[in-house]
């Protein structure tokens, strides 16, 4: 599902960002305050966590998908979206992506998700476990801040989760699974969810202990040098996005180690081996975009603070990250369980171009 978009008007021009997303969107001070802290908004492609920051005209605004409700009576994206499409040519469409006037846009349900899961997805499952490949652009599972915000009718008009599709896809419709871990959407690979409390418990119990293996396939523009990567991650490095502290008492700061280790290099990419000794949000991205070899397709941990974006001759189009494997405790055995999965074909095929211009 694409993220919503808008072109900021005149009657926009000099609000702050809350005023916009308020009046836009239906939306309370409260709502609008949330998106904003919660990195869910873009201004100019860039993450604004200024709710107070005053719009231009012409500026493009950018929520993340399925993060408001388009209400009846409210004002949409798609006028500033229009706007733009008469420069370039595209056919108007709904925020389904459907074309407008065609039936897909005059349905009410939650939109589907961009995913036609199969069983050739489910790696392994027992009563207790499932293990999933899973594929880029499907989100793991819903945050429970935003589950709460929402509520139960909102939740229809957000697309599927890759926790909301698997009961269905193992024939267990009325038996959630349980959520234990996530990968960011965009990646690619291996995430495990549980099938009873009892296993939710021993698997969330290792995955703090970071006594469970997870080694993660990356290719990156620039060679990073290969050891252990050791930082403290905060929410905000200076410039809205996460990185990096020098400061060991910074508040809210999380710490973050990565084994790396260099696979394969070809002129100015690599294949990135990374052991994850603790599972931050977003750590494989961040380390390896501040060891001056950001993920070929990133688009947020590519340059300093405050600096340019390294520049991308990848042609990737979205962080080329993969879980290739995980392993841990069976809950139920105590056995340890493993498994490894290539690289799904988007890689594959960002992988032989960088080859190709060594």
């Known amino acids: 599902m694409p993220p919503i978009q808008f072109v900021v008007d005149r009657r926009e021009a000099g609000k702050t960002l809350a005023a ?104 392994y499952q027992d009563d207790a476990v499932v293990v999933v490949n899973k594929p880029a652009g499907l989100t793991t599972m819903r945050h429970v801040e935003e589950a709460a915000e929402f509520g139960t009718r909102g939740k229809r008009f957000l697309p599927k989760t890759l926790a909301d599709l698997l009961p269905g896809l193992l024939g267990t419709p009325d038996r959630p699974v349980i959520a234990v871990h996530r990968i960011d959407r965009d990646t690619s690979g291996l995430v495990v969810f549980a099938r009873t409390r009892a296993a939710a418990e021993s698997l969330l119990k290792q995955f703090r202990k970071h006594s469970t293996e997870r080694r993660y396939l990356a290719l990156t523009r620039g060679v990073p040098p290969a050891g252990r990567i050791e930082s403290i991650l905060v929410r905000d490095r ?6 990096s502290s020098t400061d ?18 070809f002129g100015n990419f690599a294949l990135v081996e990374c052991r994850l000794e603790t599972g931050r949000t977003h750590q494989v991205r961040i380390h390896l975009g501040e060891a001056d070899a950001p993920l070929c397709g990133e688009n947020v941990y590519d340059r300093p603070v405050n600096g340019k974006p390294v520049p991308d001759g990848s042609g990737a189009r979205r962080p080329m990250l993969h879980a290739a494997r995980l392993g841990f405790a069976h809950p139920e055995t105590g056995d340890a369980v493993s498994w490894e999965v290539e690289p799904p074909e988007d890689f594959q095929q960002v992988w032989a171009r960088c080859r190709t211009r060594e």
Request: with cysteine; net charge positive; hydrophobic share 30%.
């Open 20 to 123: 916009v997303l308020k009046t836009r969107y239906g939306l309370s001070w409260a709502q609008a305050k949330r998106l904003v802290e919660r990195r869910h908004v873009k201004v100019s492609g860039q993450v604004e966590t200024d709710i107070a920051r005053r719009l231009k005209l012409g500026k493009r605004v950018e929520l993340a998908a399925g993060t408001v409700e388009i209400k009846k009576g409210a004002r949409s994206e798609e006028k500033g979206v229009r706007r733009e499409e008469k420069r370039t040519g595209s056919k108007e469409r709904d925020k389904t992506g459907s074309p407008k006037n065609e039936p897909a846009a005059r349905n009410k349900r939650a939109p589907s998700s961009p995913h036609t899961l199969s069983l050739d997805c489910v790696v």
């Open 238 to 243: 200076g410039d809205g996005r996460r990185g």
């Open 248 to 265: 060991f008492l910074a508040e809210g700061g999380k710490r973050a180690i990565t084994h790396v280790s260099v696979r394969e290099t």
